[in-house]
């Protein structure tokens, strides 16, 4: 066998698998891959959402209103007596 | 090149490219039709592009060439993972006459000498004799050098001719 009669017996190949190929379908475009662009962008625009409200800062008190946080430890037992002057008429002669 | 225009395209390059997912799958149909539509969808979704550095015809053989080797790797594994490899191999089997028997005795012939070949001198001999391609077009096709190319051509046509002799 030679090269002619090789192409003859792929030419034969060829031809019955021809016969047998199916028809050409243009395959319709994935609906997920269609929408991916937009749902990246939604997802970019979420994400970014999400990090402006994380970062954003609480509004500042008005210095009018602010009270120191250790003010507390100034109110020890006894200090009423220190804020007051002590009645003394009632010893006096 | 426009969608439209690669529609057309494909669809005149559709027997040829069936022809060539077969020689890439085994000859197996169910597998060439799968890996022919994820090739088209690839192409046309946009994933696969035509940069016209070779003809489109050796552009898309070279894809259909890639997808069947990849899909075939993803079944392999999925395949072991799930220990049905005797199974598939007794199903394999079981139909390869009946593929056969639609084919003429020369064509089985071909057939089975071709599976005996190692994949890439089947893959040079398919692409030079059954879709005239040149030996550089198929070095294209198949990534491989112009000189591999023609060892694989050489050694494969010499084994071919041995075995179909040898069947005769």
Redesign the interface.
Known sequence: MNDDLLRQAFAELRRVEAEQAPKFVVPALRVRDHLKPVLRLAFAALLLIIIILSFRRPPEPSITAWKAPTDFLLATPGRELLQSTPDLKGIRR | MQRAEM?RA??EL??AS??WA?SCCGRN?EEA?EVL?NV??KI??GKARFNGRSSLKTWLFAVIRHTAISQSRRRALGELLTAKWARREIVRVATMPDAAA???Q??A???DALRKLARRQREVL?LV??HDMTIEEAAAAMHVSIGAARVHYQRG?KQ??AQ??GN?
């Open positions: 529609e494909i669809e559709h027997p069936y022809g077969l149909r039709e539509q088209y969808v046309l979704d639609e084919t003429s020369v064509c012939g071909l057939v398919e004799f059954y046509k071919l001719l179909m002799n005769r």
